[in-house]
């Protein structure tokens, strides 16, 4: 692994005029040039804060100029200048001998001019760090479309043992459709994998009008369907603590609707004459499954997610299960500098506070948008998550607030602990006896996260579509989720007329739709450790839809779309059942009625 670092091997012999002395044997040594490629070990490497942006909803944009989905980062700063750094805080009095050198250059190569004994400390020190920032593991994801008629059920929990796990992707495997997938995934950086294509379709018309002339402009949208992964990780006691996106689109049809847009074209003399003008609109229907969790793999264990959806124009049910399959990330790791127990320590600051998700949305909830813009049926919603900023500074302050002779630097996502070699000696006892105490405070720190599954479930009361959604998604407590489960597809909704001198024609409008359920949920505890569930967002749920024809002239027909839907925008405190459930229920708690009665129900265990 060394050898990596030596791409460019010069031996020089320097001796530069100068005279050793009974203290310095600098000039009795051979001054070797070497060059080490630091481009691998990106140590203060941050990615940027949109690296794990990703649009829940909506899958298809009206609007090319709409800002996409982010995954690129800048490759600006390699993020390797705290290598030198942390050599020169190490072995800094070495290097003031004549001769010596230790530069970077703008590539990521460290020139160093040194003997041969310089060189194998340095050597040592890039192969530690090397074997903790570029440590590795892997995450298996097995998806499954479970059905009765293929025999499949899902697992009876969101978290289920590897050996169960193992057993269950087998048998699944041989009875539906599986797709699998794997993950490399680092502790310093995302691991996105996008398997989307994108289709164009023509959704809406830009209608120009000048004097006795019309014509329809196309505007062509753009949807991205398929699967895209984004996530991020960070090693702790219990297992492997992620922030996990899982975007999932999936074509149901795509419809013609031929559109007359006529122009009326009048004149002082002449009665009005209609030109026809056909045109065609396409209506995308994209079902959607996706999920922003703040989550964790247990060791041993793996974790579970299941969605089913039964709408009027589409049903699927599937299961996701996500393994940890490689080895531990390692939490901390130190290196013995000298024979007087001197120690280099790097940790992962991850470990105390885990990587996170954050969502947000425009309406998707009452009391977040105006009023004329929820009326539209949904059509300004979106849902979107990024990672969060974390900041370990305070934990940092408490960690280090007695230590006396340790320096440390936080590089990144990396907490780098080192002595002062050159005075270690004096006082060598204390001086070890701090490093131990420092190393079993972090440990102390770090985060334990406790581990939910949560269960959301839209209820019809007395409908023969008794539960049209569902999903079943192991969260961290104290942490959100958002998840959106549905159908988009689009509508004539109203026409704007244009009129100029000699001419006038109907603009569709068209309108975005979304027929399901797309909801925020966080699960904490309160001062006395009681459960507390915010929850906002909703469903919206399409009952019927009629083409009304206008009769002819400039307007064609508007399609009108009928909805039930049920907003939430609450915090509740829970009270844990006999069965150790917590159950909230929003929305009619009846058992029939009203036949646009609707109500959700959320289990935590």
Same mark, same amino acid.
């Given at each position: 692994?060394?050898?990596?670092?030596?791409p460019l091997?010069?031996?020089?012999?320097?001796?530069?005029?100068?005279?050793?002395?009974?203290?310095?044997?600098?000039?009795?040594?051979?001054?070797?040039?070497?060059?080490?490629?630091?481009?691998t070990?990106?140590?203060?490497?941050?990615?940027?804060?949109?690296?794990?942006? &990703?649009t829940?909803?909506?899958?298809?944009?009206?609007?090319?100029?709409?800002?996409?989905?982010?995954?690129?980062?800048?490759?600006?700063?390699?993020?390797?200048?705290?290598?030198?750094?942390l050599?020169?805080?190490?072995?800094?009095?070495?290097?003031?001998?004549?001769?010596?050198?230790?530069r970077?250059?703008?590539d990521?190569?460290?020139?160093?001019?040194?003997?041969?004994?310089?060189?194998?400390?340095?050597?040592?020190?890039?192969?530690?760090?090397?074997?903790?920032?570029?440590?590795?593991?892997?995450?298996?994801?097995?998806?499954?479309q479970?059905?009765?008629?293929?025999?499949?059920?899902?697992?009876?929990?969101?978290?289920?043992?590897?050996?169960?796990?193992?057993?269950?992707?087998?048998?699944?495997?041989?009875?539906?459709?599986?797709?699998?997938y794997?993950?490399?995934?680092?502790?310093?950086?995302?691991?996105?994998?996008?398997?989307?294509?994108?289709?164009?379709?023509?959704?809406?018309?830009?209608?120009?009008?000048?004097?006795?002339?019309?014509?329809?402009?196309?505007?062509?949208?753009?949807?991205?369907? =398929?699967?895209?992964?984004?996530?991020?990780?960070?090693?702790?006691?219990?297992?492997?603590?992620?922030?996990?996106?899982?975007?999932?689109?999936?074509?149901?049809?795509?419809?013609?609707?031929?559109?007359?847009?006529?122009?009326?074209?009048?004149?002082?003399?002449?009665?009005?004459?209609?030109?026809?003008?056909?045109?065609?609109?396409?209506?995308?229907?994209?079902?959607?499954?996706?999920?922003?969790?703040?989550t964790?793999?247990?060791?041993?264990?793996a974790?579970?997610?299941?969605?089913?959806?039964?709408?009027?124009?589409?049903?699927?049910?599937?299961?996701?299960?996500?393994?940890? $399959?490689?080895?531990?990330?390692?939490?901390?790791?130190?290196?013995?500098?000298?024979?007087?127990?001197?120690?280099?320590?790097?940790?992962?600051?991850?470990?105390?506070?885990?990587p996170?998700?954050?969502?947000? =949305?425009?309406?998707?909830?009452?009391?977040?948008?105006?009023?004329?813009l929820?009326?539209?049926?949904?059509?300004?919603?979106?849902?979107? $998550?990024?990672?969060?900023?974390?900041?370990?500074?305070?934990?940092?302050d408490?960690?280090?607030?007695? $230590?006396?002779?340790?320096?440390?630097?936080?590089?990144?996502?990396?907490?780098?602990?080192?002595?002062?070699?050159?005075?270690?000696?004096?006082?060598?006892?204390?001086?070890?006896?701090?490093q131990?105490?420092?190393?079993?405070?972090?440990?102390?720190?770090?985060?334990?996260?406790?581990? &939910?599954?949560?269960?959301?479930?839209?209820?019809?009361?007395?409908?023969?579509?008794?539960?049209?959604?569902?999903?079943?998604?192991?969260?961290?407590?104290?942490?959100?989720?958002?998840?959106?489960? =549905?159908?988009?597809?689009?509508?004539?909704?109203?026409?704007?007329?244009?009129?100029a001198?000699?001419?006038?024609?109907?603009?569709?409008t068209?309108?975005?739709?979304?027929?399901?359920?797309?909801?925020?949920?966080?699960?904490?505890?309160?001062v006395?450790?009681?459960?507390?569930?915010?929850?906002?967002?909703?469903?919206?749920?399409?009952?019927?839809?009629?083409?009304?024809?206008?009769?002819?002239?400039?307007?064609?027909?508007?399609?009108?779309?009928?909805?039930?839907?049920?907003?939430?925008?609450?915090?509740?405190?829970?009270?844990?059942?006999?069965?150790?459930?917590?159950?909230?229920?929003f929305?009619?708690?009846?058992?029939?009625?009203?036949?646009?009665a609707?109500?959700?129900?959320?289990?935590?265990?």
């Amino acid at each position: 692994m060394i050898a990596a670092f030596f791409p460019l091997l010069l031996v020089l012999p320097i001796h530069d005029g100068q005279t050793a002395t009974d203290d310095e044997n600098a000039g009795e040594e051979v001054d070797v040039v070497r060059f080490y490629d630091l481009s691998t070990l990106p140590m203060s490497y941050q990615p940027e804060g949109d690296a794990l942006r &990703l649009t829940l909803l909506p899958q298809v944009e009206f609007d090319q100029a709409d800002e996409r989905d982010a995954y690129t980062e800048s490759d600006q700063d390699l993020g390797v200048s705290s290598v030198p750094d942390l050599i020169e805080q190490l072995y800094g009095d070495e290097f003031e001998y004549a001769g010596r050198r230790m530069r970077l250059n703008s590539d990521g190569r460290m020139i160093v001019r040194a003997p041969e004994a310089l060189h194998a400390r340095v050597a040592g020190i890039l192969a530690f760090l090397d074997g903790t920032i570029n440590a590795q593991t892997q995450i298996r994801i097995d998806v499954f479309q479970v059905s009765a008629s293929s025999g499949g059920a899902a697992p009876s929990g969101s978290l289920i043992s590897a050996a169960e796990a193992e057993t269950w992707v087998a048998a699944a495997s041989r009875t539906g459709r599986h797709e699998s997938y794997v993950l490399n995934l680092r502790a310093d950086r995302p691991s996105v994998l996008d398997l989307s294509r994108e289709l164009q379709v023509v959704v809406d018309y830009d209608v120009e009008i000048a004097q006795a002339t019309a014509i329809a402009d196309p505007i062509v949208g753009t949807a991205s369907v =398929g699967t895209r992964i984004a996530m991020r990780g960070a090693p702790t006691a219990d297992g492997l603590a992620l922030a996990f996106s899982w975007k999932r689109g999936e074509v149901l049809a795509l419809e013609r609707k031929d559109i007359d847009l006529s122009t009326m074209v009048t004149a002082t003399d002449k009665p009005a004459q209609y030109v026809e003008g056909f045109s065609v609109l396409q209506n995308l229907q994209v079902m959607t499954r996706s999920f922003a969790l703040n989550t964790m793999i247990p060791r041993g264990q793996a974790i579970v997610l299941h969605s089913v959806v039964e709408l009027q124009r589409g049903a699927a049910s599937e299961v996701v299960i996500i393994r940890q $399959v490689g080895p531990d990330l390692p939490i901390l790791r130190s290196l013995l500098l000298n024979d007087e127990g001197a120690e280099l320590v790097i940790a992962d600051l991850g470990s105390l506070t885990p990587p996170a998700l954050r969502a947000w =949305g425009t309406g998707l909830w009452p009391g977040f948008v105006p009023r004329q813009l929820r009326s539209k049926l949904w059509a300004p919603a979106s849902l979107a $998550v990024m990672s969060s900023e974390w900041n370990p500074g305070v934990l940092l302050d408490i960690l280090f607030d007695d $230590v006396e002779h340790m320096s440390w630097e936080e590089t990144g996502r990396w907490l780098v602990m080192y002595p002062d070699l050159y005075s270690f000696a004096e006082r060598q006892a204390e001086r070890i006896d701090e490093q131990k105490q420092v190393v079993a405070a972090f440990t102390a720190m770090q985060a334990k996260p406790e581990l &939910l599954d949560l269960s959301v479930t839209v209820y019809r009361p007395g409908h023969k579509d008794g539960t049209p959604l569902q999903a079943r998604v192991p969260v961290r407590m104290g942490e959100s989720c958002a998840m959106a489960l =549905g159908i988009e597809d689009s509508e004539v909704a109203d026409y704007d007329v244009e009129v100029a001198q000699f001419a006038s024609i109907g603009d569709p409008t068209m309108h975005r739709l979304f027929d399901g359920l797309a909801i925020w949920i966080k699960p904490s505890r309160d001062v006395h450790g009681q459960l507390v569930l915010d929850v906002r967002g909703g469903v919206h749920l399409l009952t019927g839809r009629e083409r009304f024809d206008l009769g002819g002239g400039i307007s064609d027909f508007v399609e009108q779309s009928s909805f039930i839907h049920l907003f939430v925008n609450e915090v509740q405190r829970l009270e844990q059942g006999p069965n150790g459930e917590w159950r909230a229920i929003f929305g009619d708690l009846s058992e029939g009625g009203s036949p646009d009665a609707l109500r959700i129900e959320i289990v935590v265990r």
